[in-house]
């Protein structure tokens, strides 16, 4: 074998050798069949609301993912949102910034099998409902809450912009009284379209009307306990809502609450809330 022929043949082998493609333990890897892919029913979450993803695997006998949010395994309350093993996402309670927030489910048998769900957090950014009492105008801050609350009771307060209140500073001696009302009447942001159920609840005793988007959502006189009605409701808008309550001589208390596409029951928060 002359030199030019044996430098071809050394040649040849080395190309032989990088070109099998052999791992660091000399098997040859093989692509992963593992396939992730998350299940959402849109691109934008409202803040404070929750929504829950479903992963499916295919390709491996086990089906199991873990979830992060921004590459924060478990998310975080305060900032992006946080996400539980069950995909269950809640967003925080202020947009961040940046407002997209990126939510990941990884195959437990595969970590490079992963897909992702892109998401912009809104918010309506309102400031609450002013509430009209039969005695005069008075604000209401924070949530639309109205009434008697356990950690008042039996201290003659009334629960009045977030906090026990003496009964004579208070709007209307919602506690006990009776022979007023009072009203709310503005405009509800909804942060994506689908099917919202709204109910008075935390044992709304007396007389209750709530109208969201020119439906009526309650219109009774109650002893007590929640009830509500599902609507469809357009997404990234403003519609307008009223309420009225009355006492019927029970516990006086009202808060609107809602359950959003996919997520669970809480009151309406004031961002979401305006004149």
């Not at 918010?123 to 209401?140: E, F, H, K, R």
């Not at 009434?147 to 629960?159: I, V």
């Not at 109910?199 to 988007?213: E, H, K, L, P, R």
Request: hydrophobic share 35%; aromatic share 10%.
């Amino acid at each position: 074998m002359n030199k030019r022929t044996f430098f071809a043949f050394l040649v040849l082998i080395a190309a032989v050798s990088f070109g099998c493609g052999e791992d660091d333990d000399g098997q040859t890897p093989t692509p992963s069949d593992v396939v992730v892919t998350i299940e959402a029913s849109g691109s934008v979450q409202g803040v404070g609301l929750t929504n829950t993803f479903v992963a499916k695997v295919t390709g491996a006998t086990d089906t199991s993912v873990t979830w992060s949010v921004n590459d924060i395994p478990g998310g975080d309350s305060t900032t992006v949102g946080k996400i539980t093993i069950g995909g269950s996402y809640q967003a925080p309670e202020d947009v961040p910034d940046p407002a997209t927030v990126i939510v990941k489910a990884t195959s437990v048998k595969d970590p490079d099998a992963y897909d992702t769900v892109e998401l912009t957090i809104v918010s309506g950014n309102g400031t609450g409902l002013p509430a009209v009492y039969s005695n005069g105008p008075q604000p209401v801050e924070g949530p639309v809450f109205h009434g008697w609350w356990t950690p008042c009771a039996g201290t003659e307060h009334n629960m009045y912009e977030g906090e026990c209140t003496p009964v004579a500073e208070s709007p209307v001696d919602w506690a006990d009284g009776m022979g007023w009302s009072v009203t709310w009447t503005g405009q509800l942001f909804v942060p994506y379209a689908g099917e919202y159920r709204f109910s008075a609840y935390y044992w709304v005793d007396g007389i209750v009307y709530i109208s969201v988007n020119g439906t009526v959502v309650a219109d009774l006189n109650t002893t007590g306990g929640g009830f509500g009605q599902t609507i469809a409701l357009p997404g990234n808008t403003w519609v307008p809502v009223s309420m009225s309550f009355s006492p019927n001589g029970g516990s006086n208390n009202m808060h609107l609450g809602w359950v959003s596409p996919g997520g669970v029951w809480r009151p309406v928060a004031r961002s979401y809330l305006k004149p």
